[in-house]
């Protein structure tokens, strides 16, 4: 009987078919593992181009809308090229603009509400959408100009539909923070939107595309505690549809939510 040849790991050379052994298993490995991590590199979606210009405080000036969010339609500013004029105002930190630009206007002894006024931020862009944070807070208003502006028309769609889509923070997603969806970025979303930053639904359209809707009751009053529970899943909602001060808005009954609990 033929023994089988025995390697000892300090002898000079290997057996033959050790040798053959090997490089049969190692051949194919060297080969298949770059391919693995080409794969992998080419499958992943590229980092999204979203910034926020952290530090750098700018004036705007533009018409206020005090609904369905806090809104600076821009008429003078330095906006990135092909980017909405339609300006979501939040808060300094996580928070939302609400609470700030009341106690402006308390400040001012008047309301805002559809005049033109300059105020001073932090830009925050990305997928064609603005968002300035006010990051001087209390003092963000520069001027209070005497034009007053008859308030924008909605555009309504009475139909219902479903849309399937995801809730998310616009601060923290057209800003930085990538990714800054799905359960990876939830309880940072959570903090945000239960601080007031408006929630909005993003809506896939195709593969790179996305369609962008705030979010409210049917009443116009605001759901950020209602959806707190649903952020980082996938939502089917629906609800009346209408386009104000720029930005889609989806109105929905919070019994949307229920079957998601």
Known sequence: M??????????????????????????????????????????QRPFNNHQFELGNV????????AKPY????????????????????????KFGAEGTMETIEAQNGQSFDHKKITLKGSLIYGDGK??????????????????????????FTEEEG????????????????????GTIHKSCAIRCI????????????NRNDYDYYLVIDENGQE??????PLIGKTLGLNGKLRTENGWKVLYVNSDNFRKYL
């Not at 603005?130 to 028309?153: F, Y």
């Not at 239960?194 to 359209?205: A, D, H, L, T, Y």
Request: aromatic letters at 10%.
């Open 130 to 155: 603005i968002v300035i944070e006010l990051t001087e807070q209390d003092n963000s208003l520069v001027e209070v100009h005497d034009e007053r502006q008859p308030p924008s028309k909605a555009i």
């Open 2 to 43: 033929k023994e089988k040849p025995f390697y000892i790991g300090w002898q000079n050379e290997m057996s033959p078919q050790h040798k053959s052994l090997l490089k049969r298993f190692l051949i194919p490995l060297f080969i298949l593992i770059p391919v693995l991590i080409i794969g992998v590199v080419l499958s």
């Open 223 to 228: 759901i950020n505690k209602s959806i707190l």
């Open 70 to 93: 806090p809104i600076l339609e821009i008429t003078e500013g330095d906006l990135p090229k092909d980017f909405s004029k339609f300006a979501l105002l939040v808060g300094y930190g």
């Open 162 to 181: 479903v849309l399937v889509g995801e809730i998310l923070d616009p601060k923290c997603y057209f800003g930085v923070m990538k990714p800054a969806v």
């Open 194 to 205: 239960s601080g007031g930053i408006p929630p909005v639904f993003r809506v896939q359209v």
């Open 58 to 65: 700018k004036e705007f000036t533009g018409i206020y809308h």
